[in-house]
């Protein structure tokens, strides 16, 4: 816990420091306060009320000052509060900025964005409302056990090792109740997704789903997510009720020995003092349970708690790309590949299987196969989303991993299938691509991209906004905004993935029009299955199962009566399809 704190608050760990000392500082004077009602009590029960107001007194300056630094506790576990939401953030944000970029998935987003938000508010609260009743739970009973021992050793003895047993009481529940909630989690992640299913495939679902099929897997989950719940709900609940029972067995236990000691007392009819020191030991066992029963009530929290700091700890153990330091500055815009091997996970099987290829400056280049070839791998190892393997992926005859980061970015624009459009307008989001672009470096990006038409028919034109995510334009229309921020940028390397997945054909050849006016300003690297992209390539690359199987020319691979003539020739028996029919006067088609 400590650890990730660290992490965290960096320099203002020292904040913590001083908060953790005062914490133990605070709790010890509770303990010293606990202390200081020993002798009031053993004079007043000995009817020594003069020397009792002396003791008095000291009690009533030890209440003070145990209020006063209450205060004082309290404040600074707030300024560790502040610190963690102000460095704490930023801190965990300069280290997700500088993450890879493939590792950026939908389920990794969303816990990103969970944990700045909910999990980061939940950890800046722990110091000022949490820690201080629980830091003070542990210290104040390890002074009353000191005076337990001074009046009767078994007493002592019984409380010091009662400790280690409600330690691992404990961890224990705080175990099961982990895994519990670890499993709630993952149905009701399930749940929500199978939702959210439901609802944006209503089309299908109500064509294939039958009666009442529509709604199997919605329910499936729901009742998945129903029994978790319950099971978290019992054994949480019986998680705090055995540590509650844990704490009062102790008490029972030095209760029983304190009420024998009494007897004994009584029994052998010995001095007033001594039934003084059982009154007084009695008063103690309850002064020694009342700050457990509050760490007990705090163990949910804490169990939250550790969970929020594990979330935030596994965010700073995700390794980043090694940053490169070499201000050799690629000799041109060529790209190369030498014996390219890639597997996303150490124990997951290649994904690339010794690719190399080389693409000219000024060229275009298209990459084409099967769905799970690696195609849209390769194009991303260019851009270094991840880092290769084995072999080596250079720009301009330099390692990308060698390169800074800043100069990488300089020299490579990206089209992608999965393109994100800020909050703002559509000159907003495509000026992003070069801020310091001319008006006419603007406009021909717009034009090239086709949102020309689209600005055309909207009442605001470019000012237009998009609106989170892009959430108010067609998925055509972003995409093309997206290729319009790309253009602009002017980076001599083009990587277009399905650029035109999600246009329609008039559009498409906008687009493609436009590739073909770049070859020879820029390398293009793209990946599509529209014939008259790939046909107008300089050179296609044929993957399967991460492996080039063929590449060369159009004309070359035409010749060589390979997978690419092979996929030509079905594109072209597709063309070639018709439908037979009856016509008016019976005869057929």
Request: with cysteine; glycine share 10%.
């Amino acid at each position: 816990m400590l650890s990730t704190f660290a992490l965290l608050l960096g320099d203002d760990m020292r904040l913590l420091r001083r908060y953790g000392f005062l914490a133990v500082i605070y709790g010890l004077l509770c303990g010293g306060v606990i202390a200081l009602l020993v002798p009031v009590l053993t004079h007043l029960l000995a009817g020594q009320v003069d020397a009792a107001i002396a003791w008095v007194l000291a009690l009533l300056a030890g209440v003070a000052a145990s209020w006063l630094l209450r205060r004082h506790v309290e404040r600074a576990g707030v300024r560790v509060g502040v610190a963690v939401l102000q460095s704490g953030r930023h801190r965990l944000g300069e280290r997700v900025a500088r993450l890879p970029v493939g590792w950026f998935t939908p389920q990794n987003t969303a816990r990103v964005g969970h944990v700045v938000t909910d999990g980061m508010m939940g950890i800046a609260q722990l110091p000022a409302h949490v820690f201080t009743p629980v830091i003070c739970g542990v210290v104040t009973p390890l002074v009353v056990i000191a005076l337990l021992f001074a009046q009767r050793g078994s007493l002592g003895w019984i409380a010091l090792l009662s400790l280690p047993v409600l330690a691992s009481v404990f961890v224990l529940t705080s175990w099961i109740a982990r895994r519990t909630d670890a499993a709630f989690q993952r149905d009701f992640a399930e749940a929500s997704q199978r939702l959210v299913e439901f609802a944006q495939a209503q089309s299908v679902l109500r064509a294939f789903g039958g009666e009442g099929g529509s709604t199997r897997f919605v329910e499936q989950a729901v009742e998945r997510q129903g029994r978790s719940g319950l099971r978290l709900i019992v054994l949480s609940s019986l998680s705090a009720v055995f540590n509650v029972w844990a704490v009062q067995c102790v008490f029972a236990a030095l209760l029983m020995v304190s009420a024998a000691w009494l007897g004994d007392v009584l029994d052998m009819g010995v001095a007033a003092g001594d039934l003084s020191a059982v009154l007084v030991s009695m008063l103690l066992v309850i002064r020694f349970v009342e700050p457990l029963l509050e760490v007990a009530g705090y163990a949910e929290v804490l169990r939250g708690a550790g969970g929020q700091l594990r979330a935030v700890r596994a965010l700073f153990e995700v390794q980043p790309l090694p940053e490169g330091h070499s201000a050799k500055q690629p000799a041109d815009a060529g790209v190369e590949l030498r014996d390219v091997h890639f597997r996303y996970d150490a124990d997951a099987p290649e994904v690339l299987c010794g690719v190399s290829l080389h693409v000219k400056p000024g060229s275009m280049t298209a990459l084409i196969g099967a769905s799970g070839s690696g195609k849209t791998t390769l194009v991303r190892l260019m851009a270094r989303f991840f880092d290769v393997s084995a072999g080596a992926v250079l720009m301009g005859g330099v390692d990308v991993r060698d390169m800074r980061e800043e100069d990488l970015a300089a020299q490579v624009s990206q089209i992608f299938q999965d393109n994100f459009l800020f909050a703002g307008s559509i000159a907003d989001n495509i000026r992003m691509g070069r801020p310091d672009a001319s008006d006419d470096a603007f406009m021909q990006a717009v034009q090239q991209s086709g949102v020309a038409e689209i600005i055309g028919r909207l009442p605001q034109g470019l000012d237009t906004p998009v609106g989170e995510g892009g959430a108010r334009l067609s998925g055509g229309e972003r995409q093309r905004i997206a290729i319009a921020r790309a253009l602009i940028k002017d980076a001599p390397i083009l990587l277009v993935d399905e650029a035109t997945a999600s246009l329609d054909a008039a559009n498409q050849a906008v687009i493609a029009q436009t590739l073909v006016r770049l070859r020879g300003r820029r390398t293009v690297i793209v990946i599509a299955h529209q014939l008259s992209t790939v046909a107008m390539a300089d050179q296609i690359v044929v993957l399967e199962a991460g492996r080039v199987l063929e590449q060369g020319s159009p004309g070359q691979l035409l010749a060589g009566q390979g997978r690419y003539a092979e996929f030509l020739n079905q594109r072209a028996a597709a063309r070639g399809w018709r439908i037979a029919g009856a016509t008016a006067a019976g005869g057929s088609l």
